[in-house]
């Protein structure tokens, strides 16, 4: 379960990244990130389901894009 876990963290961060940066610096950190926010996504899907794990991704989206915002 915990390697299922981790692997679609991986593969639903690597489907947001761009096909020319697969292989780029940057998809390690976009690979860290998804250890922080996907596992989590992934623990509330098996715990609420579907639903819910979206709610938690658009939370987490609204909320960097208002900090982005406020920021610019």
């Given at each position: 379960?915990v390697?299922?876990?981790?692997?679609?963290?991986?593969?639903?961060?690597?489907?947001h990244?761009?096909?020319?940066?697969?292989?780029?610096p940057?998809?390690?950190?976009l690979?860290?990130?998804?250890?922080?926010?996907?596992?989590?996504?992934?623990?509330?899907?098996?715990?609420?389901?579907?639903e819910y794990?979206?709610?938690?991704?658009?939370?987490?989206?609204f909320?960097?894009?208002?900090?982005?915002?406020?920021?610019?």
């Open positions: 379960m390697a299922a876990l981790l692997i679609a963290a991986l593969v639903h961060a690597l489907v990244l761009p096909a020319e940066m697969v292989f780029s940057a998809a390690l950190s690979g860290l990130s998804a250890l922080l926010f996907g596992v989590p996504m992934g623990l509330i899907f098996i715990r609420f389901g579907f794990a979206v709610g938690y991704h658009f939370f987490v989206d909320v960097r894009f208002i900090v982005a915002y406020a920021a610019a």
